[in-house]
C-alpha cells in the first residue's frame, strides 16, 4: 500500500484539492498570457506597420527628412535600391540597415535579432516598398517584441490570483470534507459504544439527505437486525434450556424416587418412564442439531423428487395414528432435498396427529399459473396440503406458531409431546428449498399449505435417494 494512503481523508482529498486548484490555476493563467502576449504582440505589429506607411506616404510625397520625425516607434529607416540608408530616425543615425530581407509584394514583416539592436534583443521588422521618380525605396521601422510575460506587473498579478485561488479552494475543500466528515466520526464513535449490553442504541442520523445519511439508515437497519438475532438467540436458549430441563428434571425424579425405595421399585416400571423422557429429550437434541444446520446454511442434496411418490412412501414407513386420506396428484416434481422435505412431510403430519380428532388430509397438486408476481416459481407451483379436523389455529395466533418453541396454549393442554420445534424447521426447510409454508383458512381444523416452485422440464433427473 502507497504510504499516501494511509493517510486520514480528510488530509488526502485537501492535498488533493490544493494540488488540482495550482495546477488548473498554473494552466489558465498560462493560456491568459499565451492570449494576452498573442494580442499584445499583434497590437504592436499594427504600430510598426501603421508607423512604416506613414514613412512610405511621406516618401511618395516628397516631405521626409532626416532625422524622421516619430512618436512611438524610434526605430525608422529609408534604404534605397542600393542597400544604402538615406534617411533614419534619431535612434538610427550613422549604423546600417536594419533588416536585409525586401518585401515580396508592398509590405512583409519578420523578427530581426542582433543586428543593429541591443544584444540578445529581438525586434519586429516591418519592410514596406514605396516608389518616387522612378526610384524604389524600402522603408523599415521596428520596435523591440513583445517580452513572453508581457509585463512584470502582469506576471506578479496573475501568480497572486493564482496563489489566492489555490489557497481558497484549498480552505474551502478542507471546511468541506471536515464538515461531511463529522457525521461519519459521529457515527463511529457511537458504534464504538455500542456493544452486547446496549443493542438498543442506534447511531446519529444526519439531517443531509446524502450517501452519509443513507449510511447511518443502513446501520442502523443493520443494528435493528442484530437486536432482533441476538434477542431471538437469547430467546432461544432460554426455551431451549427450559424445554431440557422439563425431561431431564422427570427423569432425576424417577431416580431419586427410586433410590429411596428400592424395594417398592420395579425397573421395567422406572425403564419405560425414563425411555419417555429420553425419547423426548433426544427429540429436542436432533431437533436442534438440525435447526443449528439449517442456520449455517450446511449445502444438502439437490435433485427432483415427485411430491406424491413421497408421500406415499413416507405414509407406509409409519402409518399415522389416525386415519389418513390421501389426494395425491402424479407428477408434481421439484427440485430439492429428498432427506429434508421428508423431515418437511414428518413434522406436519406429527403436528396434524396432535391436533386432529379423527381424520387427516394430505393434498399434493400444481398450479400452472403458480404465484402471481413471484420469479421463483417460473414453472408453476407444487403445493402440498396437511389438514386435520381438529380446534384450528385462530388468525393472529397463525405466525406465531412458526416461532421456535411456541406451543398455544391448547396444545400444551392436549399434548406435552410437542417440543415447539417442528412447525419452525418445516418453514425453515420450505425457504431453503425457495418455497413457502403458511395456514390458509379452511373449515374446519388447521391447514398447512407447502408451495415449492416445479421443476422445468430442463433440469437435469438426480438421485432422490
Not at 115 to 137: H, K, L, N
Not at 321 to 350: H, I, P, Q, S, W
Request: with cysteine.
Amino acid at each position: 500500500m502507497r504510504p499516501w494512503q494511509h493517510w486520514p481523508m480528510k488530509k488526502r482529498f485537501t492535498i488533493f484539492a490544493g494540488v488540482a486548484a495550482a495546477a488548473l490555476c498554473a494552466l489558465c493563467a498560462t493560456l491568459l498570457m499565451v492570449t494576452i502576449h498573442r494580442l499584445a504582440t499583434e497590437y504592436l505589429t499594427n504600430e510598426v506597420t501603421a508607423a512604416s506607411q506613414r514613412v512610405a506616404y511621406l516618401v511618395e510625397q516628397g516631405r521626409i527628412h532626416n532625422p524622421i520625425a516619430h512618436s512611438q516607434i524610434r526605430n525608422l529607416q529609408v534604404v534605397d535600391s542600393q542597400g544604402r540608408v538615406v534617411v533614419a530616425s534619431k535612434e538610427m543615425q550613422g549604423k546600417p540597415r536594419m533588416a536585409t530581407f525586401v518585401p515580396r509584394d508592398s509590405s512583409d514583416t519578420a523578427v530581426v535579432c542582433d543586428r543593429v539592436f541591443p544584444r540578445d534583443e529581438c525586434d519586429i521588422v516591418v519592410a514596406q516598398r514605396v516608389s518616387r521618380s522612378g526610384q524604389t525605396f524600402i522603408v523599415y521601422s521596428a520596435a523591440p517584441v513583445v517580452p513572453p510575460l508581457v509585463h512584470p506587473m502582469l506576471a506578479t498579478l496573475m501568480l497572486g490570483i493564482g496563489v489566492l485561488l489555490t489557497g481558497l479552494i484549498t480552505y474551502g475543500t478542507y471546511r468541506v470534507v471536515r464538515g461531511s466528515m463529522k457525521p461519519v466520526d459521529a457515527i463511529r464513535t457511537k458504534l464504538d459504544e455500542i456493544n452486547t449490553t446496549c443493542l438498543d442504541s442506534r447511531v446519529p442520523i444526519p439531517r443531509s439527505e446524502d450517501e452519509i445519511h443513507a449510511l447511518a439508515e443502513s446501520v442502523n437497519h443493520t443494528l435493528d437486525r442484530l437486536q432482533a438475532a441476538v434477542e431471538r438467540q437469547q430467546r432461544f436458549t432460554s426455551d431451549a434450556s427450559h424445554d431440557l430441563r422439563t425431561p431431564i428434571t422427570a427423569m432425576r425424579a424417577q431416580v431419586e424416587d427410586a433410590l429411596l425405595a428400592p424395594d417398592d421399585t420395579s425397573v421395567s416400571e422406572v425403564g419405560s418412564v425414563l425411555l419417555g423422557s429420553l425419547d423426548r429429550l433426544q427429540a429436542i437434541v436432533c431437533d436442534l442439531l438440525l435447526l443449528a444446520r439449517l442456520d449455517a446454511g450446511v449445502p444438502c442434496a439437490h435433485g427432483r423428487v415427485d411430491l406424491a411418490e413421497l408421500a406415499a412412501t413416507e405414509l407406509a414407513n409409519r402409518p399415522p395414528a389416525k386415519k389418513v386420506e390421501c389426494d395425491l396428484e402424479d407428477g408434481v416434481v421439484v427440485m430439492g432435498d429428498r432427506l429434508r422435505l421428508a423431515r418437511l412431510l414428518a413434522n406436519l403430519v406429527d403436528n396434524a396427529e396432535r391436533h386432529a380428532d379423527r381424520r387427516i388430509t394430505i393434498k399434493v397438486y400444481h398450479e400452472e399459473d403458480g404465484q402471481a408476481g413471484d420469479h421463483r416459481f417460473p414453472a408453476g407451483t407444487a403445493v402440498l396440503e396437511v389438514l386435520d379436523d381438529g380446534a384450528g389455529i385462530a388468525p393472529e395466533k397463525r405466525d406465531s406458531v412458526f416461532q421456535r418453541f411456541v406451543r398455544l396454549d391448547e396444545s400444551r393442554a392436549r399434548d406435552s409431546g410437542g417440543t415447539g420445534l417442528g412447525l419452525p424447521i418445516a418453514r425453515q426447510i420450505a425457504e431453503t428449498c425457495s418455497g413457502t409454508l403458511i395456514i390458509e383458512d379452511s373449515p374446519k381444523g388447521a391447514r398447512l399449505v407447502l408451495r415449492l416452485p416445479m421443476a422445468s422440464t430442463e433440469s437435469s433427473p438426480a438421485s432422490q435417494d
